[in-house]
């Protein structure tokens, strides 16, 4: 049986249009509705962006004030550093004259005495070697000392001499005079010296100690 349309066709067509609007603007409705989930889980993560930016940046300014805090112990630090390399600088090569006074007073012959003593250090570089003042270098030498006094007889002078040499650190003696104070008194004026090397530095010269 067949189905005939008694619509007019200026009916049907704005029937038709109406359907096709309306599927237009359900189509729109969609989109927008779309467009509006996109748009709030977009604002979601700027917002939790946000949130961790805050956090980061809190927990950033902590870590400044904790290095700022820490700042002054380094500046401590470098003060120290530059006390104990200026301390390096000023002790090295030092020579206890204390006890180098001992160490006179236990070798020299009881024939004789001295008059004058006199020490001095140079400080020198790793590896150089200081030119001998007397006789001939044999390790690095860092100093010197001399001496004046009377002695009986000139074997107490050779022994003196002798003597010295046994002394650690104490290298190269040598004899600069020795002048009788009277003819057949056989009592004598002398000067010597001997050259200080490395092992007559206390440790703190050598660097070994604080």
């Known amino acids: 049986m067949s189905q005939v349309n008694l619509l007019p066709p200026e ?35 700027l917002a939790d962006a946000e949130d961790e930016l805050a956090a980061q940046q809190d927990r950033n ?17 470098a003060e120290l550093a ?40 140079t400080a020198t570089l790793e590896g150089e070697v200081a030119e001998p003042t007397g006789g001939t270098p044999d390790t690095t030498l860092i100093g010197n000392m001399t001496f004046q006094g009377v002695a009986q ?16 650190g104490w290298v190269n003696a040598w004899v600069t005079s020795a002048q009788e104070d009277a003819p057949f008194s056989n009592i004598y004026t002398f000067s010597n010296g001997l050259d200080l090397t490395q092992e007559a530095a206390t440790a703190r010269g050598l660097g070994e100690a604080p």
């Open 11 to 45: 009916l049907r067509q704005r029937l038709a249009i109406r359907r096709t609007t309306s599927l237009v603007v359900a189509v729109a409705l969609g989109v927008l509705a779309l467009i509006g989930v996109f748009y709030f889980l977009q604002l979601q993560r």
């Open 61 to 77: 300014a902590e870590l400044q004030s904790e290095i700022d805090g820490l700042q002054q112990f380094a500046a401590l630090q």
């Open 82 to 121: 530059a006390k104990q390399e200026l301390l390096s600088t000023i002790f090295v090569n030092e020579v206890s004259w204390s006890g180098a006074l001992l160490d006179v007073s236990r070798v020299i012959p009881d024939a004789s005495y001295l008059t004058n003593l006199t020490g001095q250090v």
């Open 153 to 168: 007889e000139v074997d107490t002078i050779a022994t003196w001499i002798t003597q010295l040499e046994l002394v650690q």
